[in-house]
């Protein structure tokens, strides 16, 4: 029963993901990969608000949208691609900015929801 949870919230995250990512990007001209950090930020916070609510919530739920949706819907093979492509590229400046803002930010967001949630 788990695994299939598991795939259903993976069912709606990665193609929100995508959806996401292609909407924010097509809304930039810059190399910085604007959608893949949005949805990164996006499931820092969401994941960080059902840690906050914690024990609270049934554990098929946490199997659902924390490992489901949020595995899904957040990328971080993307985000090193992404950064060795900006590397690659010999946007320096870009993929240590994508490095750090991505860290500093998700790290951010998942500590801001787990507060909000408690």
């Given at each position: 029963m788990t695994a299939l949870l598991v795939m259903l919230g993976a069912a709606v995250g990665a193609p929100l993901r995508y959806l996401i990512d292609r909407t924010v990007q097509a809304r930039h001209e810059s190399t910085v990969p604007w959608g893949t950090w949005s949805v990164n930020v996006l499931g820092c916070l969401v994941l960080g608000t059902l840690a906050g609510v914690g024990g609270a919530l049934p554990q098929p739920v946490m199997?659902?949208?924390?490992?489901?949706?949020?595995?899904?819907?957040?990328?971080?093979?993307?985000?090193?691609?992404?950064?060795?492509?900006?590397?690659?590229?010999?946007?320096?400046?870009?993929?240590?900015?994508?490095?750090?803002?991505?860290?500093?930010?998700?790290?951010?967001?998942?500590?801001?929801?787990?507060l909000v949630a408690r």
């Open positions: 199997s659902l949208l924390g490992t489901g949706f949020c595995g899904a819907l957040t990328t971080y093979s993307t985000f090193g691609y992404e950064t060795v492509r900006l590397i690659e590229t010999r946007a320096y400046r870009a993929a240590l900015a994508n490095v750090v803002v991505s860290l500093v930010v998700g790290s951010g967001a998942l500590v801001l929801g787990y």
